[in-house]
């Protein structure tokens, strides 16, 4: 791996190991040169119900116009929660000027889990995260936010397997080159499901549901993921290290008192 950095463009949390914040560590200790632009500024997790937000749109086009003077570049992108459709396009404007000079864009569409939006976001973020597909090498939504991005009723029991393919193919068609679907459940098993561009492979990945619900465990799947596509690895295999990663810190953390303040990563760095 030579020289290659990743620019996280994301919330950054104040309280609680996830977004921003459970990815810089994982980036850094896989070798990547890795940086920060943060898309609004937030006090805790919203799941928690009550909790303040900063949007940061006039920063972040403040930076993005220093760094186009300076000449900046980066080896990859990848993007969470954009709290606006008006941040979404300065985000997609950048990221396609990015994408010419050989940056791979990997877009994470974070908003919803569970079969509803986060709470308190409103219902327009959908719009904006579709525009964000267009200029993505690859998306991973969780089965929520596939079934809204998509217009499709979100089903409890899951999908079928020719269900889950048709759904795939409908995020393709938004414009990302790559699909991963996470957190889906397909012929009653826990899956997830991708479509890799470069091979024209569909593939599903089963694993072990722990009935525990960590914060932030997106954004670790997401940087692990990421991080060794970057370092030449398939999606598929990617996707399988991803997920064991995830698996082994919850199991490892499964007792935590208060799992909305995300997963101790630092203790945990080298079994990712």
């Given at each position: ?33 890795t ?5 609004s ?37 990848a ?15 950048f ?10 864009i ?13 709470h308190?976001l ?12 267009k ?11 596939a ?27 938004l ?10 459940i397909?012929d009653g098993r ?27 465990t ?40 208060d ?6 990563l630092e ?6």
């Open positions: 791996m030579k020289n290659k950095n990743i620019l996280i463009i994301s919330d950054m949390v104040g309280l609680g190991n996830l977004s921003i914040t459970a990815m810089l560590p994982i980036f850094s200790y896989m070798g990547y040169s940086y920060n632009l943060p898309t500024l937030v006090s805790n997790n919203f799941g928690y119900g009550k909790y303040k937000m900063l949007d940061t749109t006039d920063y972040l086009k403040g930076a993005i116009n220093a760094w186009d003077k300076l000449g900046f570049s980066f080896s990859a992108i993007t969470g929660f954009i709290p606006s459709e008006a941040q979404a396009q300065v985000i997609a404007r990221c396609k000027k990015q994408a010419k000079n050989g940056a791979r990997f877009v994470d569409p974070v908003m919803a889990d569970g079969g509803e939006l986060y308190g409103p219902k327009n973020i959908v719009k904006h995260m579709r525009d964000m597909l200029v993505a090498d690859l998306c991973y939504p969780n089965y929520t936010e079934c809204l991005l998509t217009d499709e009723p979100f089903r409890e029991g899951g999908l079928s397997h020719d269900e889950a393919i048709e759904m795939t193919d409908k995020l393709r068609k414009g990302p080159k790559s699909v991963l679907i996470t957190s889906i397909i826990s899956s997830v499901i991708g479509y890799n561009h470069l091979n024209g492979e569909y593939f599903i990945v089963n694993y072990e549901e722990i009935p525990i619900t960590f914060s932030g997106g954004d670790v799947f997401s940087a692990t993921l990421i991080g060794h596509i970057m370092k030449g690895d398939s999606l598929k295999k990617s996707t399988k290290l991803a997920m064991n990663g995830v698996y082994n810190l919850i199991t490892l953390n499964k007792d935590a008192a799992p909305y303040m995300g997963l101790p203790k945990y760095l080298n079994i990712l």
